[in-house]
Nanobody
């Protein structure tokens, strides 16, 4: 049974930074393209960032230059460093395989950007 657990979400002021982490049991993250996704209230879940086996990365245009995705294979972990946060980044953040699989979705972690 695959389980992912996201953590690190918080309330932060605009311009601030957060680091999200995703750990998994039952899923070896080094064997997959791993991604971060987010869902804001009243909106569809959307792609944020992904990291490939060879550590190549890609980002949604809205976060490019501000967010950095990384992986720590030894810890079976995928991280998302978020800098210069904006109110429009407010959402629940999830990690999953990219493209995502329904059976992998976790509960996510809430990020709120507000003054």
């Amino acid at each position: 049974q695959v389980q992912v657990v996201e953590s690190g979400g918080a309330l932060v002021q605009p311009g601030g930074s957060l680091k999200l982490s995703c750990t998994s049991s039952g899923l070896n993250v080094s064997r997959y393209v791993m991604g971060w996704f987010r869902q804001a209230p009243g909106s569809q879940r959307e792609f944020v960032a992904a990291i490939h086996w060879n550590t190549d990365t890609r980002y949604a245009d809205s976060v490019k230059g501000r967010f950095i995705i990384s992986r720590d294979n030894a810890k079976n972990m995928v991280n998302l460093q978020m800098n210069n946060l904006r109110p429009e980044d407010t959402a629940v953040y999830y990690c999953n395989i990219d493209p995502p699989r329904n059976e992998v979705w976790g509960r996510g972690t809430q990020v709120t950007v507000s003054s």
